[in-house]
Nanobody, 126 residues
């Protein structure tokens, strides 16, 4: 199983980035894909999840109204569109995949996700 996160970069405050998480080696429709981020000296924070089975979506408060998660099952890729970026959004962003029972939306903790991508750096300058 591989999760390949990409799309990070340096952007000015107020700008936008779109992160991608390309999955391989798993039955994509069975998994919930989550985006987490980790800033230096801080704990890993869940940002958003999408279920590839029922397409339920969850956003953390920090992402609501600014970030949009979407999924393309044919491409086995999940996207995170990030708008109105703030300096406090600066972090390494990771995507993760996990299997959850029941119905969504799902949001678990980092420990609930079985597979992780390598992370992509997002830096927002003020």
């Amino acid at each position: 199983v591989q999760l390949q996160a990409s799309g990070g970069g340096l952007v000015q405050a107020g700008g936008s980035l779109r992160l991608s998480c390309a999955a391989s080696g798993l039955t994509f429709e069975n998994y919930v894909i989550a985006w987490f981020r980790q800033a230096p000296g801080k704990e890993r924070e869940g940002i958003s999840t999408i279920s590839n089975s029922d397409k339920s979506i969850h956003y953390a408060d920090s992402a609501k109204g600014r970030f949009t998660i979407s999924s393309d099952n044919a491409k086995k890729t999940v996207y995170l569109q990030m708008n109105s970026l703030k300096p406090e959004d600066t972090a390494v962003y990771f995507c993760a995949a996990g299997v959850f029972g029941g119905t969504g939306p799902f949001y678990g903790s980092a420990a609930d996700y079985e597979y992780w991508g390598q992370g992509t750096q997002v830096t927002v300058s003020s």
